[in-house]
Nanobody, 124 residues
């Protein structure tokens, strides 16, 4: 089992930045792929970014390319999501997820382990 704990959410004005953290514990060898998802009220959960922890290669959804950066601290088993130029449409609960391998793209069904989420609110 892998336990994931997100932190770093909050409220910012449009154009601002936040950095989310996802700390993994437990069977972290099963968390070779870590992704960030978000879910806005009344909408489906959608993938934002993911990283292959072995290669460091990232993948981004088109909606966040150029604004969000995913990175990792290998010794601390922590994955970060740096979010810049935030807009009101980025408002959502952000979830960290993990799985043993990365698949093409970033889909909810591809991840077995999930955190509890952290709220991000962007005001105009």
């Amino acid at each position: 089992q892998v336990q994931l704990v997100e932190s770093g959410g909050g409220s910012v004005q449009a154009g601002g930045s936040l950095r989310l953290s996802c700390a993994a514990s437990g069977s972290t060898y099963s968390a070779n792929c870590v992704g960030w998802f978000r879910q806005a009220p009344g909408k489906e959960r959608e993938g934002v970014a993911r990283i292959n922890r072995r290669t460091g290669l990232p993948y981004y959804d088109d909606s966040v390319k150029g604004r969000f950066t995913i990175s990792q601290d290998i010794p601390d088993n922590t994955v970060y999501l740096q979010m810049n130029s935030l807009q009101p449409e980025d408002t959502a609960i952000y979830y960290c997820a993990a799985d043993s391998r990365c698949f093409f793209g970033i889909q909810v069904a591809d991840f077995d382990y999930w955190g509890q989420g952290t709220q991000v609110t962007v005001s105009s």
